[in-house]
């Protein structure tokens, strides 16, 4: 079993940043991929980006390409979500999973977390 906490959600303007926190605990964290997902109310949950366990690749949906980052701290047990250049279109519940692979699929993901709200304000 695998348990996941998100963190760092909150109200931003337009062009601020926010860095989200996901804390892994249960199973060895290097057995899966890790990925955030959002959800916008109204609208399906969709990937937004994921890393492997070694750090080694990274995906990203194309609106966040150049203003998201993914990493991870295997030490802290930790993945991150580094959102820069903040927009009212990133307004959604942001979520952490885990997945034996790089998947963009939620189908995919194994374990989910509950979710923290980023809300951008323009």
């Known amino acids: 079993q695998v348990q996941l906490v998100e963190s760092g959600g909150g109200l931003v303007q337009a062009g601020d940043s926010l860095r989200l926190s996901c804390a892994v605990s249960g199973r060895a964290f290097s057995m899966y991929t890790m990925g955030w997902f959002r959800q916008a109310p109204g609208k399906e949950r969709e990937f937004v980006a994921g890393i492997n366990w070694s750090g080694s690749s990274t995906r990203y949906t194309d609106p966040v390409k150049g203003r998201f980052t993914i990493s991870s701290d295997n030490a802290k047990n930790t993945v991150y979500l580094q959102m820069n250049g903040l927009k009212s279109e990133d307004t959604a519940v942001y979520y952490c999973?885990?997945?034996?692979?790089?998947?963009?699929?939620?189908?995919?993901?194994?374990?989910w977390g509950r979710g923290t709200q980023v809300t951008v304000s323009s």
């Open positions: 999973a885990a997945s034996r692979n790089l998947a963009v699929s939620t189908a995919r993901y194994d374990y």
